[in-house]
């Protein structure tokens, strides 16, 4: 089991910045993508950003150059680094957590934490 706890959400001007953070702990060392994912009210969960255990890293083309995803592998941690946030931004943001055992995908999610940007 992994546990995944997310923080650093909350209100924002556009344009302004926030980081996110989400804590993995539990069965970590089998963990090979963590990443970050939406949902805005009335639309499906979307990614966001993920990162690989090696730092390879893929982003949607909406957060594209405003957002940074980045690994601690010491502190069993991932950020989100948000830059120039716009009102579309507005969702509830989870952390994933992705890893194998034993052949099998098993997938993990936090509790979410809310990002609202006002215009």
């Known amino acids: 089991q992994v546990q995944l706890v997310e923080s650093g959400g909350g209100l924002v001007q556009a344009g302004g910045s926030l980081r996110l953070s989400c804590a993995a702990s539990?069965?970590?060392?089998?963990?090979?993508?963590m990443g970050w994912y939406r949902q805005a009210p009335g639309k499906q969960r979307e990614l966001v950003a993920r990162?690989?255990?090696?730092?390879?890293?893929n982003y949607a083309d909406s957060v594209k150059g405003r957002f940074t995803i980045s690994r601690d592998n010491a502190k069993n941690t991932v950020y989100l680094q948000m830059n120039s946030l716009k009102p579309e931004d507005t969702a509830v943001y989870y952390c994933?957590?992705?890893?194998?055992?034993?052949?099998?995908?098993?997938?993990?999610w936090g509790q979410g934490t809310q990002i609202t940007v006002s215009s």
């Open positions: 539990g069965s970590i060392f089998s963990i090979n993508v």
């Open positions: 990162i690989t255990s090696g730092g390879m890293t």
């Open positions: 994933n957590a992705e890893r194998v055992v034993l052949g099998l995908p098993y997938v993990s």
